[in-house]
């Protein structure tokens, strides 16, 4: 498995909205300039993060993005699966016919590790990650560690 670009750059314009959650709307030209993400592409991207109820949008002056809900209610997988990106390391796409029409011998192994990453992922909030960030530009020791159970 790897993830794009369209993955990483969704979950980090998320943590851009998640720094300004409860603030004014963040237009994606913000975003965009703060993250070096083109326009177009976040375009793209929010019309997926937009349909998958993730955020809301406002037009107008004074128009932009949102957090439709509290960033420790997203998780880093919603956003990925929002933008349509896969998380499987099985080459059959968890359909068991790896070696033609059969399971290939070490499906179990690749399917147990797509399992792994979608659990850790479903794990880690958006705000819990800007938490962290926020902690380890401060300093302090409080740095939320991401681990595996």
């Avoid at 965009?32 to 002056?61: D, K, M, N, T, W």
Wanted: aromatic content about 6%; some cysteine.
């Amino acid at each position: 498995m790897r993830l794009t670009t369209k993955g990483r750059y969704a979950v980090t314009a998320m943590l851009d909205l998640s720094l300004n959650y409860g603030l004014k709307p963040i237009t994606l030209s913000d975003i965009s300039e703060r993250q070096g993400i083109s326009l177009s592409y976040l375009e793209q991207l929010f019309a997926h993060l937009r349909r998958h109820g993730l955020v809301s949008s406002s037009r107008g002056p004074g128009g932009g993005y949102r957090l439709s809900r509290s960033a420790d209610e997203v998780t880093v997988l919603d956003v990925i699966a929002a933008v349509d990106e896969k998380v499987d390391t099985t080459l059959c796409e968890g359909k068991e016919n790896c070696q033609g029409h059969e399971q290939c011998l070490s499906h179990e192994i690749w399917f147990s590790l797509s399992e792994q990453i979608k659990s850790y992922l479903a794990s880690i909030t958006l705000g819990q990650v800007v938490k962290n960030h926020q902690s380890s530009r401060e300093g302090t020791d409080k740095v939320i560690n991401f681990e595996v159970a």
